[in-house]
């Protein structure tokens, strides 16, 4: 088993790169979870805001254009324009992704949960190093 810090993650032309959320980040995206009536109720929407805020730290593949953070307890974090931006994106499978980080960590692939099939189209290189993606020419 491996302790997993922080990925590239590959979406086509989009690479994002992610870390594992802090114990109050966690916390805090936990804390959406309540039961009402006997029910598990999620905000889902702002779960995965929040994940997508405080998982993202580098951007590659969008032209002329640098994430900006702000702090919030110590940690760097998106501001909400740039979480704004990669959402108005629509990268495929990056509401899967911000899910699975919120829940723990940082996985080492995307699986379906309703079909349990690996995510085509996205790949997760685990750790710090990366190799740059050649630019098109």
């Known amino acids: 088993m491996k302790i997993v810090r922080s990925a590239w ?7 994002l790169k992610i870390e594992r959320l802090t114990p109050n980040q966690y916390m805090e995206i936990t804390s959406l979870q309540t039961f009402e009536g006997g029910k598990i109720k999620v905000d889902t929407h702002k779960k995965l805001w929040l ?3 405080y998982c993202v730290k580098e951007v ?9 953070f702000e702090d919030q307890d110590g940690s760097q974090v998106l501001t909400d324009d740039c979480v704004m931006d990669l959402v108005s994106l629509q990268v495929e499978n990056l509401a899967w992704l911000a899910s699975k980080v919120a ?3 940082i996985p080492n692939e ?13 790949k997760i290189l685990i750790g710090e190093n990366k190799q740059k993606k050649s630019k098109k020419k």
Do not use: C, Q
């Open 9 to 15: 993650v590959d979406f086509g032309e989009i690479r």
């Open 51 to 53: 994940a997508i805020k």
């Open 60 to 68: 590659e593949g969008i032209d002329n254009y640098s994430l900006i």
């Open 110 to 122: 995307l699986v379906n949960p309703l079909t349990g099939e690996k995510i085509k189209g996205v």
């Open 103 to 105: 829940e723990g960590g």
